[in-house]
Nanobody
């Protein structure tokens, strides 16, 4: 079955960095685009970044452009989110997601807290 397992969250000061990872299993990772979403308390889940199956195309929401970088290693079935210059408004649970066989799959999420 499809599984997505995130890791790398934690508590960081404003201006700090974190690198999230999502390990995928149960499907052919290299043929699917991957997404990172986040959900802050009391807010709707929002798309943060997307990467195509080859890694050649990426896109970001405006608020993270220039600070976050999505990448993938198809040999390791892993997608990453490098987050730099973190701000308090980046505080949220971060999820990776894939659309496989017409169904959306989500990991369990990893908490990112940006606070002084």
């Amino acid at each position: 079955q499809v599984q997505l397992v995130e890791s790398g969250g934690g508590l960081v000061h404003p201006g700090g960095s974190l690198r999230l990872a999502c390990v995928a299993s149960g499907f052919t990772f290299s043929v699917y685009g991957m997404n990172w979403y986040r959900q802050a308390p009391g807010k709707e889940r929002e798309l943060v970044a997307y990467i195509s199956r080859s890694g050649g195309n990426t896109s970001y929401r405006d608020s993270v452009k220039g600070r976050f970088t999505i990448s993938r290693d198809n040999a390791k079935n892993t997608v990453y989110l490098q987050m730099n210059s973190l701000k308090s408004e980046d505080t949220a649970v971060y999820y990776c997601s894939a659309q496989v066989f017409g169904n959306a799959y989500w990991g369990q999420g990893t908490q990112v807290t940006v606070s002084s």
